[in-house]
């Protein structure tokens, strides 16, 4: 069965995305470049056609891009067609000499970053570039200002948010008019539903939400049974893992909702994307919930 798909701006990519970030941060699983790309290959061709990275996705501050350059090598390198295929990336968090994480949203920046993700990607144009942390020292207004310019020159396709709160949200829907506003990814998951507020907003707007780490991330996505026990009592209901609930959970949630799941082996993300076809009942999804103030797992500066 095909992979289901789902509206993000202009294009139509699959129900389900591939978060490349797992592959490249080190606080993640150590994976050879051979195995990484064999994980993104899988993925493929499991039929997901979004694929999440970001300029700051990288072993240490002075390898900013390492994902974006794996990620490129992985399309490269894949048997399939990968025209089809969105990559979606990020600027505006920076990473210091001394390890710490830091923003910067001011056009200078921003520009300087969507040039280097084109190098890295190889591509001559940025399907979707997400703000991906608001840099609470500049108008937030004036940096969409800055995003307008970079899509109006042609640098970038389509404008996402990352890391927003609704008031953020509207004012971005302002400025960039109807249909402006791509995407929004924020965290949210069995174990983090706090974003649900703009998960309805934009549902309400026609804004495509992509959920960052639907698991609960590395850690807890393998304690997503004792955690959440409703999870598992489904996914034995339907002779399943937890994860693929947890994905089938997050699209039932809406049409615009697109989860996505980090792997670093292939038989996880392929175990992940069969989410998109399994089937809740009614009983399931009562039984799993939908918005709590739940808020387990701490948020991630790299996410």
Known sequence: MP???RALGPFSV????????????????????????????????AGITLIDTADVYAPSWDTVGHNERLI?????????DASRVVVATKGGLVRTMDGRWSRNGSYR????????????LGRDVIDVYQWHRPDRWQVFADVIESFKILQMEGLIRAVGLSNVISDEIEIAIELLGP?????????????????????????????AFLSWSPLGGAATARQLASEVPPFATVAERHGV????VAVAWALAQGEHVIPLVGASRPETIRDSAAGAELELTEEDLEMLGGHTDQRIPSRSSAS
């Not at 893992?241 to 693929?244: D, L, N, Y």
């Open 241 to 244: 893992s937890p994860a693929r």
């Open 14 to 45: 699959s129900a389900v995305g591939y978060g490349a970030s797992i592959l490249s941060l080190p606080e993640g699983p150590q994976r050879t470049p051979e195995e990484a790309i064999a994980t993104v290959h899988a993925a493929l061709d």
């Open 179 to 207: 249909n402006g506003l791509a995407s929004v990814q924020n965290q949210f998951s069995p174990t983090y539903r706090c974003s649900f507020p703009e998960l309805e907003l934009c549902r309400e707007n026609k804004v």
């Open 72 to 80: 490129a090598e992985a399309l490269g390198s894949w048997s399939g």
């Open 3 to 5: 992979m289901p798909h």
């Open 109 to 120: 920046h921003l520009r300087s970053a969507v040039e280097a993700s084109l190098t890295n």
